[in-house]
């Protein structure tokens, strides 16, 4: 029999494992879990977290800090916590000595309640939300951190594409060594890399991923071989005029080819050919290329228990206020992370940021050559840069950091609730420079 699912508890003495028939008893570790077997039952929660992300850890990781053991309840079905920012190294088989994925039972708060299942269903009226399995949690507050999910299937013919390898996508678990695979079989010929045309942010994961696959083709002495061609839906590469002005330097330093405006509707994985379409809904321009490398980055969407619910605004994301986060018509709800459509990028800065309603994100860019452009802005697409020097300009430093200090600093600070976002470190940082302009004078 498939128990509904499983309820789990941490707590630092045991991992006890309860059916409705027998009591198993495990120790793993210092950190233990209490599961039981229930069938339609009915919880009650003073905070509860509906999402175990970035968002959804860091702000249980806070609150459970705050108002004790007990108190705050999370729903997530997976098995695992990802720390997606390393992956684009990792598809271009630079090694990587931080882990990027932990089991989410590892990265719970100690005194947070867990069950493990999907939530299916939102009754706000009733302050109350419903399980795939079925039972019922009551809550006093709410936070949604429920994420948006990849929509490969709204391109025609991508599915298929991907799965018998004709082309490739960082989004998806199972996806990452495969892009790997592709380049290294790629002969002279054409590369084509896909942004994707989400409301929810310009993607820069994509740039990253033509700008390592760049490097590598260099390394491996065929890029004059190879033309690469980069297609984005939007006007301009990022949301922040400095940093996009820079990403065009780059493009042209490194002879890729850049289609603005352009958005991929249909892959034909037997003739190996991708149509794009004019983004312009007046415009009925398609351009179709053959390729023998295809990088796409999804649409990506809410799912549909929240889109389909009264929390959703017209486009489907949670409707918040974008500056206090608290839902435009329910009060004690909350939204954090991709799923409140803030359009301020996907990064854990944007989410330590949003737990203190700080205004600030931040997007790192690969380029290459173990480089990094930091961009970091408000949510007015202006320049908020941390460090004493200009951050439109690409660093080994700043890679460094991405690769060996970022990864420590989301394990062991961002969701464990001990990092919100760098404006200490800029306070420092302003007031060190102008004590050395003093001393200098």
Not at 347 to 374: D, E, P, W
């Amino acid at each position: 029999m498939n128990p509904s699912f499983w309820y789990l508890k941490l707590n630092k003495t045991s991992y006890k494992l309860r059916t409705s028939t027998r009591l198993l008893l495990l120790t793993v570790r210092s950190r233990n879990i209490v599961s039981s077997y229930i069938n339609h039952a009915e919880f009650n929660a003073k905070f509860l977290v509906v999402g175990g992300g970035s968002g959804g850890i860091t702000v249980a990781s806070t609150l459970t800090k705050k108002f004790g053991t007990g108190t705050v309840w999370i729903v997530e079905p997976s098995e695992h916590h990802y720390y997606r920012s390393l992956w684009p190294m990792m598809s271009y088989g630079k090694r990587i000595s931080s882990q990027s994925q932990k089991p989410t039972r590892k990265v719970l708060p100690y005194g947070c309640e867990w069950l493990k299942t999907a939530a299916t269903d939102f009754d706000p009226d009733n302050k109350s939300i419903f399980t795939e399995s079925g039972d019922k949690v009551n809550y006093e507050y709410l936070i949604v951190a429920i994420g948006v999910q990849s929509q490969f299937e709204q391109v025609k013919g991508l599915v298929k594409a991907l799965k018998n390898g004709s082309a490739t996508s960082i989004f998806g678990n199972n996806n990452v060594p495969k892009i790997y695979e592709s380049l290294q079989e790629l002969q002279p010929g054409k590369a084509l890399f896909s942004c994707s045309n989400s409301a929810i942010n310009c993607d820069m994961t994509t740039l990253s991923m033509i700008y390592l696959a760049d490097e590598y083709l260099r390394q491996a002495n065929i890029r004059t071989k190879v033309q690469m061609d980069l297609f984005t839906p939007f006007k301009q590469l990022f949301l922040v005029n400095k940093y996009s002005k820079r990403l065009d330097e780059i493009c042209r330093q490194k002879k890729l080819n850049v289609h603005k405006g352009f958005d991929l509707i249909e892959v034909d994985s037997e003739r190996k050919v991708a149509c794009f379409k004019k983004g312009d809904l007046q415009c009925s321009e398609r351009l179709e290329t053959k390729y023998d490398h295809l990088y796409v980055a999804p649409h990506l969407v809410p799912p549909k228990v929240l889109s389909c619910s009264k929390l959703a605004g017209i486009d489907g994301m949670l409707d918040v206020d974008s500056q206090t986060l608290i839902h435009k018509r329910f009060p004690t709800i909350f939204g954090i992370g991709d799923c409140i459509g803030c359009g301020v990028g996907r990064s854990f800065g944007a989410v330590g940021a949003q737990a203190k309603y700080s205004g600030y994100a931040s997007c790192s860019i690969f380029t290459g050559n173990n480089k990094l452009l930091f961009a970091e802005y408000d949510y007015n697409f202006e320049p908020l840069e941390t460090f004493p020097f200009d951050q439109s300009k690409e660093r080994k430093s700043l890679f460094l950091l991405q690769r060996d200090y970022f990864p420590e600093l989301y394990w062991n600070g961002l969701i464990k609730g001990k990092w919100d976002d760098p404006i200490r470190w800029r306070k420092f940082l302003r007031i060190r420079d102008k004590f050395m302009e003093k001393r200098k004078k």
